[in-house]
């Protein structure tokens, strides 16, 4: 999986040609537009901010449509919606209506909220973990029908966390790898999908040893 090249449409096509199967995109509601940016916006202020970077208020931002129209039928996009509104969810889940059944398509969130106007679409529902607390929560309310997919962060996943995982969800999947060693250890302990800044580095590695 390509790691946020959704969010430029320069990178979309390269993803796809170096290997990825799936193409993530961060997905914002901001000023009612479905913004597709990892950075987050400082409120009411116009300047856009990530741990390492800051982005002026007039860099460009694509939106939502833009990459659904950009993107290859066969492409899978993988749309990780970012904040806690529900709004979100209700908006993308809109948005996606004129694709379904013509692409395959997943939603990631952290807040089981934004993923819930998608109960009953034909999409695949992953449920994004980034720290141990949020680990045990969602270990401790999964239960009955199997999820479809768990995001997790690679450094909290040993064996047993993906065996807990596994019981639960039918995919699991986790970022960043963007080594092949990385990449090899992951799915020796049963890691199913990989999330990845340099797919042209793991695909080709993984494919010579016969596992993707």
């Known amino acids: 999986m390509a790691h946020r090249a959704g969010n430029h449409l320069a990178d979309l096509h390269a993803a796809v040609h170096a290997g990825a199967e799936l193409v993530e995109a961060d997905v914002r509601l901001y000023r009612r537009r479905l913004e597709l940016r990892h950075l987050k916006s400082a409120g009411p202020i116009p300047i856009f901010w990530d741990r390492w970077e800051v982005a002026a208020p007039w860099y460009s931002r694509p939106v939502l449509g833009e990459l659904l129209a950009a993107a290859d039928e066969a492409t899978e996009l993988m749309l990780d919606l970012k904040g806690p509104r529900r709004r979100l969810g209700e908006l993308v889940a809109a948005a996606l209506q004129p694709y379904l059944g013509h692409r395959r398509v997943t939603v990631c969130a952290r807040w ?8 009953g679409l034909p999409v695949r529902r992953v449920h994004s973990v980034g ?9 401790e309310r999964a239960h009955g029908e199997p999820l479809d997919g768990v995001s997790i962060h690679a450094g909290l996943l040993d064996e047993g966390v993906v065996r807990q995982l596994r019981a639960v969800a039918r995919t699991v999947m986790t970022w960043p ?11 020796a302990i049963g890691v199913q999908g990989l999330i990845s800044d340099s797919v042209d580095a793991i695909a080709p590695a993984l494919a010579a040893d016969g596992r993707a």
């Open 177 to 187: 790898v963007n080594t092949p060693e990385r990449a090899r250890e992951l799915v």
């Open 131 to 139: 720290t141990r607390r949020q680990l045990a929560r969602l270990l």
């Open 112 to 119: 089981p909220r934004l993923l819930e106007p998608f109960t």
